[in-house]
T-cell receptor, first 110, second 113 residues
Framework: RKEVEQDPGPFNVPEGATVAFNCTYSNSASQSFFWYRQDCRKEPKLLMS???SGNEDGRFTAQLNRASQYISLLIRDSKLSDSATYLCVVNLPWDYKLSFGAGTTVTVRA | DTAVSQTPKYLVTQMGNDKSIKCEQN?????MYWYKQDSKKFLKIMFS???????INETVPNRFSPKSPDKAHLNLHINSLELGDSAVYFC????????????FGPGTRLTVT
């Protein structure tokens, strides 16, 4: 079983719509959670960290559900520039490495 | 100024050749990484160095050898290239080990023919 699993999508949404997707992780001891964004043929960049109580950054909201071992990302009022692949990233407390999901592709259309 | 830079950006070579990819960061970070992203877009850690010391060495063929001459540089040498080595290789750096944001270089797209 992969450490981090994501629905690959693609999620095709019109501008202004809300889109949400989840990521599940296998190790209940996982402690740190992030969403990275990767544009086509570009490098990944940190979008936001995910905190236990959930957090917002502008139009982006991240939630953590430890009981069910998933994190979610919600994008409100989608913009064309939100089109990208969103990578779920998880870290174990005793491990120096980050585990990346394969990504969820979002395409926002005009 | 580019924070994490890699050279070359593209590399096309034949099976059996030896090649190197170079990475430099000017962020003053202590920790650097090499990742491989295959055609399925899965980003997998290969190596990590903290202040020139190897701290992560995943199950990678020993044809791959990282070298960190100083904490700002992490190079990757690949011997006897195989078709399956074709991928995008990303270098990254972070302030330290563990739970820190990682900054990625632009990637090196390696094609082995």
């Amino acid at each position: 079983r992969k450490e981090v699993e994501q629905d690959p999508g693609p999620f095709n949404v019109p501008e202004g719509a809300t889109v949400a997707f989840n990521c599940t992780y296998s190790n209940s001891a996982s402690q740190s959670f992030f969403w990275y964004r990767q544009d086509c043929r570009k490098e990944p960049k940190l979008l936001m960290s995910v905190y236990s109580s959930g957090n917002e950054d502008g139009r982006f909201t991240a939630q953590l559900n430890r009981a069910s071992q998933y994190i979610s990302l919600l994008i409100r009022d989608s913009k064309l520039s939100d089109s990208a692949t969103y990578l779920c990233v998880v870290n174990l407390p005793w491990d120096y490495k980050l585990s990346f999901g394969a990504g969820t592709t979002v395409t926002v259309r005009a | 100024d580019t924070a994490v830079s890699q050279t070359p950006k593209y590399l096309v070579t034949q099976m059996g050749n030896d090649k190197s990819i170079k990475c430099e960061q000017n962020l003053g970070h202590d920790t650097m990484y090499w990742y491989k992203q295959d055609s399925k877009k899965f980003l997998k850690i290969m190596f990590s160095y903290n202040n020139k010391e190897l701290i992560i060495n995943e199950t990678v063929p020993n044809r791959f050898s990282p070298k960190s001459p100083d904490k700002a540089h992490l190079n990757l040498h690949i011997n006897s290239l195989e078709l399956g080595d074709s991928a995008v290789y990303f270098c990254a750096s972070s302030l330290g080990q563990g739970n820190y944001e990682q900054y990625f270089g632009p990637g090196t797209r390696l094609t082995v023919t």
